[in-house]
Nanobody, 112 residues
Framework: QVQLVESGGGLVQAGGSLRLSCAAS????????MNWVRQAPGKGLEWVSG????????IYADSVKGRFTISRDNAKNTLYLQMNNLKSEDTGVYYC?????RGQGTQVTVSS
């Protein structure tokens, strides 16, 4: 059974940083392209970033490009999202996603 468990969220001031983690289990992590998506209060899901199976290629939404970095450790079955220079509009619940499956999410709140 696929399981994705996000962690690392919290409350941070604008301009600050957070590092999110996603522990994956129940499937061969290294075989799958992975994504981070987020949902701001009262809004729909927004794709944030994606990474290839070997971690060599990454892609970002324009809204986070230059501030966020996605990475993965296939030996640890873990996906990461380093978020720098956070803005109030980055507030939301962040999910890692494999195909259509997401975890329970981790809350990120950026105070201005």
């Amino acid at each position: 059974q696929v399981q994705l468990v996000e962690s690392g969220g919290g409350l941070v001031q604008a301009g600050g940083s957070l590092r999110l983690s996603c522990a994956a289990s129940g499937f061969t992590f290294s075989f799958y392209y992975m994504n981070w998506v987020r949902q701001a209060p009262g809004k729909g899901l927004e794709w944030v970033s994606g990474i290839t199976t070997d971690g060599r290629r990454t892609i970002y939404a324009d809204s986070v490009k230059g501030r966020f970095t996605i990475s993965r450790d296939n030996a640890k079955n873990t996906l990461y999202l380093q978020m720098n220079n956070l803005k109030s509009e980055d507030t939301g619940v962040y999910y890692c996603q494999k195909d259509s499956v997401r975890g329970q999410g981790t809350q990120v709140t950026v105070s201005s």
